[in-house]
C-alpha cells in the first residue's frame, strides 16, 4: 500500500516528521513529566519548525489532554501505511518521519537525536508499527503454570486497568523517583513538587465537576490514590488533603459559587488548602469543636476565633503551604448556637505571607510522613465574608437569617461528616498497597534467601520452604486479597450511593477503614521480621512502611472509635428491622436461629472434621454469619437489660464497649469474606477460580483459628474440629507458597517503587 499522500492531512513537513515521535510518547496514554521536559526541550532546538508548529507542539505535549482517539488512530493508520513501504534497514523512528516528511530539508541528525533522547521508547513501544515479531529470550525461561501472571494482574486490576498501567508509567519516571530525604524541609519541598506533576497529569481533579476542570469520576480517584500508596506515603497523604479533603470539602459541602471560584485552581494545583476540622481538646469528637464563627449582619462577615490553645487546630496538612483552609466552627447566628459548620478561611497572601490575625506552628518531626507539612492553626479574630461559608447543607441570607434544607440538627451534622466517608474509602486503599509492597518484598526475599540444611555439604533450604515462614506470610497474603476486592467493593458502592444507602455505606467504610489498616500494621512487622536484619535496614522500605502507615489506624477517624460506630451502625439496623417489620422480623429471626441450631449447631456438623466440609464456602460463611448474629443479639439484649435497670443509654454503651468492639470486628469479618467470595464467583476461569478459592478458605480458617476461643465456647466448634482446622491452614499455608511469587508478582508493583534491594537483586 502507497503512503498516505500529503495532500491527505495539512501537517507541516516538519510536524509530520516528529509524529512517530509524539505517537510513541502517547502510545501508553501517558506523558511523563520526564518525556514533557524532553520534549519541550528538543523541539525547542529544532531548526525545521515554524512558530504554528510549535503552538500545535505545545498543544500535544500538555499531560492532561491526550490526544483523542479519533486522533491517535489517525495517527495510528498514517504511521503504518508509511512503514509498510520502508526497507528493512529502516525500520527506526527517525527513518519514518522522514518518509513522512517527504522531500523537506530536515536534518535527519536532529530527528536521531531525538529518539536517542526519548528512554522509554524502544522497539517494544512502536514494534506494531513494522509488524515486527516479539522475540522470545532465551536467557530466561518462565515456568509454565495454569495460571499467569496477566490473568491474575487483569483480575486485580479491575474496570480501572488502564488508569493502573497509566500509574504505573508515571510512577516509574525520573521524576518521581524515591529519595531518602531525611530533612525535612526538604522532603517537603519534593513532596509539594510531586503533587503538582500530578496537578498536572489532570489527577487532581478527577472527582471535580467537569464543569470545573474534573472528570466527575470518584473511582478514578480511588485508584489513583492506592497506586500511590505503592510509592511515597507522604505524597499519597499530601495529595488526598489537597485534592481529596481540601477540595473534596468545597466540593461537596460548597455551592456553584464556591465550585466556579476554587476547584479548578485547586485541581491544578494552584491554589493550595487545608482540612482543618480536628482540634487539641476535642480529637475525634468533632461536635464539641470550640473554634467559633458568629456571624456579624451589620458587615456581612463571620468572625473566625479559637478561643483558647485548646482550640487550635491540630495536626492539620498543609498548613504550611496551605493558603486557605476549610475550617469547621461552631456556627453562631443572633447568639444561637446552630453546631459545626464548614467555612473557607484564607491563610496566607499570594507571597505566602500569613494574614493578620492567624497563627500557625508547625508539628516538627513525627514518627513518619515527614513530607507532610502538618501544622496546628489558631484563628485570633479573623473576619470572613458571609460567601465565604460553605452552604449546601446551611445557609445565611441577606437579612442575616440561618435556614437549612436539614431541620434536624443532628441529622445535619452527620450529614456533614459524610465528607470524611471517601477518606475512610481512600485511606485504607493506600495501606493495602503498603502491605502489598511489605509482601512482595519480603516473599521475593524469602524466595532467595537460604538458610540452614540437612548437612554441611548440602544446598541450604530457602526460607519460604520452611513450614514456620509459611506461616508467617501465606495467611497475610491471602487477607490481603480479601481485603483489596473488599476494598474494591467498597469504593463501587461509594461511588455508585444512594442517599437511603449512605448510613450503610458510612457503617461499612469505618469498619473496613479499621480492619484493613490493622491488618497493614500487623503485615509489615511480620514481613520486617521475616527479613530479620536486612528487613531492619533503611534501604529496604520498612522502616519507612511501618513508620508511615502506623498513623493510619488513628487518622480518618481512631480505630477503636470507628469500631464503636460501626456496631452502632450494626445494632441500628438490627433495631430497625425490629421496628418497620414488627412480629414477621422476631419471627423470622426466631426462625434462622432455629434453621441454624438445625443445620450447623447440630452433634455431626460440630465434629465434622473432613476436608471436603473444612473448605466448603457455605461452612466459612456460616460461621461467620453466625458469630456476627450472635453478638448482635447477646450485645442488643445485654444492653436493654441495662437501660432497663435504669442506666442511660450512653452509660450502658460504656458498659458495653468491649462486647461492641467484639461485634464490630466480627462484622468487618464477615463482610471480607462475603466480597471476598462475590468476586470469585464472577471469575469465569477455572484454575484462577480454584487458587482465588484456595485463599479464600486460608483466610477464612486462619479467621476461625484466631477467635477459636469463642467458637468453642458457643459450641461451634469440637475440639477435634479445631485441631483439624490448624492442621488444613498449615495444608493451605504450603499450597500456596507454590504460588506465592505469582500471587505477588501479579501485584504489578514497579521496581522502581518496590525499590527494596532484597527484592531486586540475586542473593
Not at 511480620?526 to 520498612?542: H, I, S, V
Request: glycine content about 6%.
Amino acid at each position: 500500500m502507497a503512503p498516505t499522500t500529503n495532500a491527505q492531512f495539512s501537517y507541516s513537513p516538519g510536524i509530520r516528521a516528529l509524529l512517530p515521535l509524539f505517537y510513541v510518547a502517547w502510545v501508553d496514554r501517558v506523558l511523563t513529566p520526564s518525556e514533557i521536559g524532553l520534549l519541550r526541550q528538543q523541539v525547542a532546538h529544532c531548526s525545521f519548525l515554524s512558530e504554528e508548529d510549535r503552538q500545535l507542539v505545545d498543544r500535544w505535549i500538555d499531560p492532561a489532554k491526550p490526544p483523542s482517539a479519533q486522533l491517535f488512530k489517525f495517527w495510528d493508520i498514517i504511521l503504518r501505511e508509511a512503514a509498510a513501504v520502508l526497507p528493512p534497514g529502516k525500520r527506526n523512528l527517525t527513518d519514518l518521519g522522514l518518509s513522512i516528511a517527504g522531500n523537506s530539508n530536515i536534518p535527519p541528525s536532529e530527528l536521531a537525536y531525538f529518539e536517542s533522547q526519548l528512554k522509554s521508547i524502544d522497539v517494544s513501544t512502536y514494534q506494531h508499527l513494522f509488524s515486527i515479531a516479539e522475540e522470545e529470550s532465551d536467557t530466561v525461561v518462565a515456568r509454565k503454570t495454569s495460571v499467569s501472571v496477566q490473568e491474575l494482574q487483569v483480575l486485580l486490576d479491575g474496570s480501572q486497568a488502564e488508569l493502573r498501567h497509566q500509574m504505573r508509567i508515571l510512577l516509574a519516571d525520573d521524576a518521581f523517583q524515591l529519595q531518602t530525604l531525611r530533612d525535612k524541609e526538604a522532603y517537603r519541598q519534593q513532596v509539594l513538587q510531586w503533587v503538582k506533576l500530578l496537578a498536572q497529569q489532570g489527577h487532581g481533579a478527577l472527582a471535580f465537576p467537569v464543569a470545573n476542570g474534573g472528570k466527575d469520576d470518584m473511582g478514578a480517584y480511588a485508584t489513583v490514590f492506592e497506586m500511590l500508596g505503592y510509592h511515597d506515603l507522604s505524597l499519597t497523604i499530601k495529595f488526598g488533603v489537597q485534592f481529596g479533603l481540601f477540595g473534596g470539602s468545597i466540593h461537596q459541602l460548597g455551592t456553584k459559587k464556591h465550585h466556579d471560584k476554587y476547584l479548578e485552581a485547586i485541581g491544578k494545583g494552584e491554589l493550595l488548602g487545608c482540612f482543618a476540622m480536628t482540634e487539641t481538646g476535642h480529637g475525634s469528637n468533632v461536635r464539641g469543636l470550640e473554634t467559633t464563627a458568629t456571624y456579624l449582619p451589620e458587615t456581612e462577615q463571620f468572625l473566625i476565633h479559637s478561643p483558647n490553645r485548646q482550640a487550635g487546630k491540630e495536626y492539620i496538612g498543609n498548613a504550611l503551604h496551605g493558603r486557605l483552609a476549610t475550617v469547621f466552627a461552631q456556627l453562631i447566628v443572633g447568639g444561637e448556637n446552630h453546631g459545626v459548620h464548614a467555612l473557607l478561611v484564607p491563610l496566607r497572601d499570594e507571597a505566602g505571607k500569613l494574614l493578620p490575625g492567624i497563627e500557625v506552628e508547625d508539628c516538627g518531626y513525627k514518627l513518619g510522613l515527614n513530607g507532610v507539612d502538618n501544622g496546628r492553626i489558631w484563628f485570633h479574630q479573623v473576619l470572613i465574608p458571609r460567601d465565604n461559608l460553605l452552604d449546601r447543607l446551611g445557609f445565611i441570607d441577606e437579612q442575616g437569617k440561618y435556614s437549612s434544607a436539614i431541620e434536624n440538627p443532628s441529622k445535619r451534622f452527620f450529614s456533614m461528616l459524610g465528607t470524611l466517608v471517601g477518606g475512610r474509602v481512600c485511606v485504607p486503599r493506600a495501606g493495602i498497597s503498603a502491605a502489598k509492597t511489605g509482601l512482595c518484598i519480603a516473599i521475593k526475599y524469602a524466595l532467595r534467601r537460604r538458610q540452614f540444611g540437612p548437612t554441611l555439604t548440602e544446598p541450604e533450604t530457602l526460607l519460604l520452604d520452611y513450614p514456620s515462614h509459611q506461616r508467617r506470610l501465606m495467611p497475610l497474603l491471602a487477607k490481603t486479597y480479601a481485603l483489596h476486592f473488599a476494598l474494591l467493593a467498597l469504593s463501587e458502592r461509594y461511588v455508585n450511593r444512594k442517599e437511603a444507602e449512605m448510613q450503610e455505606i458510612e457503617t461499612l467504610a469505618a469498619a473496613l477503614k479499621a480492619y484493613s489498616t490493622w491488618h497493614t500494621t500487623t503485615t509489615l512487622q511480620e514481613c520486617r521480621e521475616a527479613c530479620g536484619g536486612k528487613g531492619y535496614l533503611a534501604e529496604n522500605r520498612f522502616a519507612d512502611l511501618k513508620a508511615d502507615t502506623d498513623i493510619f489506624t488513628t487518622f480518618e477517624g481512631d480505630n477503636t472509635v470507628l469500631l464503636q460506630l460501626v456496631a452502632k451502625g450494626v445494632l441500628t439496623a438490627f433495631r430497625k428491622a425490629f421496628n418497620e417489620e414488627g412480629n414477621l422480623a422476631l419471627l423470622r429471626y426466631l426462625g434462622d436461629r432455629i434453621s441454624t441450631a438445625v443445620t450447623e449447631l447440630n452433634p455431626f456438623i460440630i465434629r465434622n472434621t473432613s476436608r471436603e466440609h473444612l473448605l466448603d464456602t457455605d461452612f466459612h460463611l456460616s460461621a461467620f454469619r453466625y458469630r456476627e448474629s450472635t453478638l448482635v443479639s447477646t450485645t442488643a439484649q445485654q444492653m436493654r437489660n441495662l437501660i432497663k435497670s435504669g442506666h442511660s443509654a450512653y452509660d450502658a454503651g460504656i458498659a458495653c464497649q468491649t462486647q461492641l468492639l467484639q461485634l464490630a470486628l466480627a462484622y468487618a469479618e464477615k463482610t471480607v469474606l462475603e466480597y471476598f467470595y462475590q468476586a470469585i464467583q464472577s471469575i469465569t476461569d477455572a484454575p484462577l477460580q480454584q487458587l482465588m478459592k484456595q485463599l479464600a478458605a486460608l483466610y477464612a480458617l486462619k479467621a476461625i483459628e484466631s477467635d477459636k476461643g469463642w467458637f468453642l465456647e458457643n459450641d461451634y466448634l469440637s475440639d477435634l474440629k479445631s485441631r483439624a482446622i490448624t492442621k488444613l491452614i498449615d495444608e493451605l499455608c504450603l499450597d500456596t507458597r507454590q504460588h506465592a511469587a505469582l500471587l505477588v508478582a501479579a501485584f504489578a508493583i514497579p521496581d522502581s517503587c518496590l525499590a527494596a534491594p532484597i527484592a531486586l537483586c540475586a542473593l
